[in-house]
């Protein structure tokens, strides 16, 4: 199921908007129509699409490009992606399958780094609660802005590159495609991780809240692959299963339910 929330301004706006970039009279009667179905929310120089915890989404750009939001996201399509180039900003995780022209490159920013691409698919998870994020190429090729002073890193089809948000030291390896874009078939996979980080996965994907009454437990690590429709207290069973950790969860009324690590 797609489910959006977003927001809208009145039709003027988009009137404007279209009015001052030439846009046809197709266009128009499209975004006039998302608008009155709440679908974005249309800002001075932007539209932003919102994913909330617990949801996914996925959205066709205006040139044909395909964007999959993961759980506790937000896109902006910035007014310039009309004119001479594509650009978008992401926080969070998405898929995009982007439509090829090489006259506007299709730029990714992020509050850590840039993509830029021309048509392809691949992966960006820019979390900014996360240690590490990363980029996947699943076909194409793309380059990644690690920092403002160095040489971009090139991706080849099957490439990964993962970065420290810290010190922006990053590695680049060839690996299985799955494993980064899962989530988006429903499947959530992850190898040697941490429950700290685990814990910040299952929080976005199942609109929890996870706290640790014993520190010693963030270190402990996990490898499998588990289906995001089963309940919250399935896969608590199956992670109880094969450590230590003992979670408690607790059911809050108007907000997300309390699971405590012990």
């Known amino acids: ?74 896109l902006r399509q ?11 900003y ?22 850590a780094f840039s993509v830029v691409a021309t048509g392809t698919s691949f992966n960006v998870q820019a979390y900014s609660n996360s240690d590490y994020n990363d980029v996947t190429l699943i076909s194409g090729e793309l380059s990644v802005n690690v920092n403002d002073k160095g040489e971009p890193v090139l991706l080849s089809s099957g490439e990964n590159v993962t970065m420290n948000r810290k010190t922006k ?19 959530i996979t992850f190898r040697n ?3 700290e980080d685990l814990a910040k996965m299952l929080e976005r994907t199942y609109n929890v809240k996870i706290v640790f009454g014993d520190e010693r437990t963030k ?22 299963m094969t450590s230590e950790a003992r979670f408690e969860i607790e059911t809050r009324t108007n907000e997300p339910s309390l699971i405590t690590v012990k």
Not at 78 to 83: A, D
Not at 228 to 237: A, G
Request: hydrophobic residues 40%; charged residues 25%; positive net charge.
């Open 219 to 240: 270190e402990m690590r996990y490898s499998g692959t588990m289906l995001r429709y089963k309940p919250i207290d399935q896969i608590l069973d199956i992670l109880e």
């Open 90 to 111: 992401l926080e969070g995780e998405a898929f995009f399958d982007v439509v090829s022209n090489s006259r506007k490159p299709f730029i990714i920013k992020t509050s």
């Open 1 to 74: 199921v797609v489910v959006f929330f977003f927001f809208f301004q009145a039709e003027d706006g988009i009137r404007d908007l279209v009015r001052s970039r030439g846009l046809g009279d197709v266009y128009k009667r499209q975004l006039l129509l998302l608008q009155r179905q709440k679908v974005y929310r249309l800002m001075h120089n932007y539209v932003e699409y919102v994913v909330p915890n617990g949801q996914t989404s996925n959205i066709v750009l205006s040139d044909g490009s395909h964007v999959y939001l993961n759980s506790g996201s937000i």
């Open 169 to 187: 030291k990053y590695s680049l390896s060839r690996i299985e495609n799955h494993q980064f874009v899962s989530w988006k078939e429903g499947i």
């Open 193 to 195: 991780t941490r429950l």
């Open 78 to 88: 910035y007014g310039n992606y009309f004119l001479s180039k594509r650009e978008l």
